[in-house]
RNA sequence: CGGGGCAUGGCUCAGUUUGGUAGAGCACCUGGCUUGGGACCAGGGGGUCGCAGGUUCGAAUCCUGCUGCUCCGACCA
């Protein structure tokens, strides 16, 4: 490709419509164009580093036993009612319809549509294990759509269901998914880790996130400093801190004026943090409270919360009134002394904890000497705290670190959840009819660019992976008037290209300087730039646009010493 | 959903307070000059100032409504 016939508009200064970097960088290095909020053109430097991101994905894909198809993006209503999701889905799907008035969606994920298409089909345990992939658009109208790629209304996903015949075949699928995964991020060139993640209402079994490590990732993760343990710290379990025993004191109540606050409680009291008991009023879709508790220099996790109760709920901040009517008393509340039936869920550490401070459910007071194993009554005890920097691996006990990262792809197993409310069944190997045991395997293949570009760049732009650049190489002659430079430019360009590496010749007839920033802002992993020397002391520079470095070749050289140089990117 | 901000040429923005025939830089076209890190000189093209109403002799500017974009906000008692 040349650069006078390619079509990447950079923009030398940074629209102001883009807050993150991945964004401002696809703007200015002229990959992506908007069409309205979060709808976004993908122009030929993006484009092809989407087709090498789905390259790579459909080859790990195929291996592990997947088997591409296209399924439709406009689905019909009906399927989505049959599960329940028509409603539950809500305003996040785009709903159309057509002439007739029958409603249909542009698909946010395809369970309905893939298991419906082969209930009908699958009938013996003999077409099992099956796996199904596309790569396709998706539609999600988000609330706000915003970074760019990273949260979009339509964006380009991989989508895989795994159907086997049990859980043992499901949970196997689920690993050959694992590790496939593993290979497509490994092979990116990305720094990432899968990490164990919350699958909350969507049923048991496990999941993973696989993250792609950076700043301006919207999920934090705790991950060991030892092991390979990793999870969001939604999910992150926590083991219990065993205060140092003390005797029990006598329960005593003392005055805190207008302590509210557990830093003020503790100020006013003269004690350290991990001596307290802080509390957070929570209040579900039906408006009953849930009050929870933690060590004053704990925080509460509002999803582990969620998750000790059966149903699906919907946690919200408490109102004063609430509180008041459960006998609790807003910024001095406590376990003790509340109105029978009022929902109480302490965390473990604080059950563990000796003549700690709590609130009196009385304003202004405070009880010392506070000792839940003896004090508290008919609470609700479980690990619902959440994990910070420091806390110990729940796996080793070493103590974890906390990162933000992009969630760019997740595994998860899904059982017969769809399987049973859409009647896809299956004859096994005694004749009797069982729900298929499925799971599904998603790799949000823009935000994976995305992600890349937000883990790679500095100040002068991108610095792509190698395996997924645009172009692996740029070929820059200072002067493309001059016509020896240009020769040796083109002869190289011939050469790159017999040999199968993915280069760009930048013919261009513009000043060095902009092809240079140019380079950098696109970010081409090899730069080879020929120059006055060229022509005259048979000497061309190869600049890695990663660290900077360079190295000189003559012409007969350069195109073996390129090719080198990017297999060792 | 609540609260702010913005909308002027392809991009970044000024002009709006105090109404009087729309500007700059970058980008683009032509010519010249220049060529190792976003040059310079001269000339030129391009905007019904988001949309719809209203006030006025006259509206980018004042008023009303709408649309789009953008940021913030659920909270540790």
Redesign the pocket.
Known sequence: MRATRLYA????????????KSHQLM??AGMIR?A????YTYMPLAWRSLKKIMQIIREEMDAAGGQEIAMPIVQPSEIWKETGRWSVYGDEMFRVSDRHGREFCLGPTHEEMVTTLIRDEVRSYKQLPLMLYQIQNKYRDE??????LMRGREFIMKDLYSFDKDEEGMNESYKIMYDAYTRIFSRMGLEFRPVEADNGAIGGGHSHEFTVLAEAGESNIAYCTKCDYAASDEKAELTVIKATEEAMKELDKVSTPDA??????AECLHLPLDK?I??????DDKDELI??F?R?D?????VKVVNLFEDSIEL?????E??IAAG??????SPIGLKEGTKVVVDATVMEMFNACA?ANEKDKHYINVNPKRDFKDVIVADIR?IKEGDACPHCGAPVKMTRGIEAGQVFTLGTKYSQSLHATFLDENGKEKPLVMGCYGIGVSRTMAAAIEQNNDE??IIWPKAIAPFEVVIVP?????EDQLKIAEDIYEELKAKGVDVLLDDR?????????????IGYPL?I??????VEED???L?IRRN?E?VNATKAEVAAKAVEMLENL
């Open positions: 508009p950079t923009l030398r200064e940074t629209p102001a419509e883009a807050e993150v703007l200015r908007k309205a909020g979060g709808l609330i706000r759509p915003r970074f760019g509210h606050t557990i830093e003020l409680v307290t802080k509390a957070v009023a929570f209040q009050l929870a933690v004053g704990h925080d509460v996790n509002d919200h901040m408490a109102t004063d609430s509180i609790g008393v807003p910024g001095f509340m609130g959440m002068n732009g200072i002067n493309a008037k001059n007839k513009d000043r060095a300087g902009v092809k240079f920033k140019d380079a950098d802002l730069r730039t020929v120059g006055p020397k060229s000497s061309i520079e600049k900077g360079m």
